[in-house]
């Protein structure tokens, strides 16, 4: 489904890094591969280091963390938030909402949109949506969107196809109403048929955990799970990756009729390296046009990496370089959304560190 | 189809292969080798193939009948 959106613009991105930095070497002990075989995975799927948080740290502390850095550095003024949307599928507990208890902890004004939504990889995409569509609205005039996840928590130390890639991490946005800019184009797909293909089975009210989802399996390939861990068929998420997104993509540019040449920036979704390149290949656009950077340094934070990708590769040049980007989203959902926009004179585009 | 066979070797770390060698017996065979071949098919070939259908087709000559059947 295509979208549009006009006079919205993102104002300022902040990410926040964990405070626990993971090697890729130090855990080769866990998998059932041979060192030769894991140093190959490191070399094809770009695996190095990855951020993950502490055992205590949450989604809001994330969010809170930085929310206050903007506040201090004031760089956003607490009652000018009119909405606030949080992406995430590490939400602190299944009620009450986490952009709630962000709400209270911040001591934020009454007189607002607060939601969480339940989404992944596709989760910036979705979530920037959301804020364009609440921005429609005339008592609405900023938007504070936070993606955020500490899925490293439920995955499996044993499972190579999950645990050298995961990642934690937040991402703070803020869209805003604008009168001058250029419309932004949109288009988001489902396909619910494939919501088996990343799940974490337990948990939920459908199969609460118990001693018994918590007892670990070797699966066909050898790596231990129990049911209480993310599991992924990671074939089925490469076939579709690569059979639905550049067509996406392709027509996505047809509808806001550019073309390639008018991309600055392809900042995709990082699984792994691996996956970058091929979908760079199939899409006929240059690496350098799509950065694959983010997952051998900070690992795999879901709807942070896109986010994560523009701080790190773009930062400071955003507050007075213009560049035309095209996102896309794509995983657990099976969900994929992808967005053009003009990204120009932002307030802010950094990273920072948990503390 | 002419470097399906050359790809394939330089994919399964050998110098040669036998359209009758055992996926299996190659020291190389694992997860990764099966996302290469899913990698290089649907590059080469505009073939999808799954983890699960390239397991089964056990053989060298397995694998290549499974890429033309969807070919």
Redesign the interface.
Known sequence: MNLQFNNKKITGILTVLPEKEIKFEDEIDNYSFSSSQSMKLKLIMGYNKRRVVKENTTTSDLCIFGLNYLFEKKLLNKDEIDGLVLVTQSPDHFMPPTSHIIHGILNLKQDMVCMDINQGCSGYVIGLNQAFMLLEQEEINKVVLLNADTLSKKVSKNDRNNNPQIGDGAAITIVEKDISNSPIFSSVKVDGSGSDVLIIPAGGFKMPSSQETSILKKDESGNLRSLNHLVMQGDNVFNFVQREVPPMVEKLLESAAVTDNDIDYYMFHQPNKFMLKKLASKMGCSEEKMPNNIVENFGNSSGATIPMTITFNLGNKLLKESFFVCMAGFGVGLSWASLLIKLENLTFCEMIDFK | MENFESTISEILEVESIELNDYLESFDAW???T???I??FC??EYKV?????EINKSETINGLKELVKSKM
């Open positions: 694992d997860s990764l099966i996302l290469s899913i990698a649907d590059s999808t193939l799954s983890a699960d």
